[in-house]
T-cell receptor
Framework: GAGVSQSPSNKVTEKGKDVELRCDPISGHTALYWYRQSLGQGLEFLIYFQGNSAPDKSGLPSDRFSAERTGGSVSTLTIQRTQQEDSAVYLC??????????FGPGTRLTVL | GQQLNQSPQSMFIQEGEDVSMNCTSSSIFNTWLWYKQEPGEGPVLLIALYKAGELTSNGRLTAQFGITRKDSFLNISASIPSDVGIYFCAGPRNQAGTALIFGKGTTLSVSS
């Protein structure tokens, strides 16, 4: 497809379980970003990948959160031992130019 | 750290009215971006501003990069029902330009 895709679109999990969220960026985009959007809030930066450089992980809220990007394309965000406060929409974006980011539709995560 | 203050928080207007919203930052920005988010979707870039004083239009939308480089404005003229959504301002999160910091959004409702 032409845009950023994310899967699953919705995920309901039990507290304490691990979850994996997937992002397929726009083909050819070298930069990939993960953000979190809690209800009624703006977007909170989580992690940034640019080419083969070391990722900027400074936005990850705890060591339960990790992300990887394989082959400079697909990225997976993993949340271990999920907590109720992790419930949010997780948005992925990709870009060529650093500031003009294109967003996917997000994954809505609900932790019961 | 950097903060973006966006106002108003919400607006309820009649179709055909003009709309104005603004965003202020605690520090100087070199770029201002305005995004729109509709329910169940990721944010979509509306306008990007790169120069202090710049005034840019995209159809009925006009945005300005404030002279002080600490504020930006978005105006929508002759609103229509499909303008409904949440409008976010955003700017570079740090000097390196890795990822964005977002305001908390202005929710626009348009009645016909």
């Amino acid at each position: 497809g032409a845009g950023v895709s994310q899967s699953p679109s919705n995920k309901v999990t039990e507290k304490g379980k691990d979850v994996e969220l997937r992002c397929d960026p726009i083909s050819g985009h070298t930069a990939l970003y993960w953000y979190r959007q809690s209800l009624g809030q703006g977007l909170e930066f989580l992690i940034y990948f640019q080419g083969n450089s070391a990722p900027d992980k400074s936005g990850l809220p705890s060591d339960r959160f990790s992300a990887e990007r394989t082959g400079g394309s697909v990225s997976t965000l993993t949340i271990q031992r999920t907590q109720q406060e992790d419930s949010a929409v997780y948005l992925c974006a990709s870009s060529l130019a650093e500031n003009e980011q294109f967003f996917g539709p997000g994954t809505r995560l609900t932790v019961l | 750290g950097q903060q973006l203050n966006q106002s108003p928080q919400s607006m309820f207007i009649q179709e055909g009215e003009d709309v104005s919203m603004n965003c202020t930052s605690s520090s100087i920005f070199n770029t201002w971006l305005w995004y729109k988010q509709e329910p169940g979707e990721g944010p979509v870039l509306l306008i990007a501003l790169y120069k202090a004083g710049e005034l840019t239009s995209n159809g009925r939308l006009t945005a300005q990069f404030g002279i002080t480089r600490k504020d930006s404005f978005l105006n929508i003229s002759a609103s229509i029902p499909s303008d409904v959504g949440i409008y976010f301002c955003a700017g570079p999160r740090n000097q390196a330009g890795t990822a964005l910091i977002f305001g908390k959004g202005t929710t626009l409702s348009v009645s016909s």
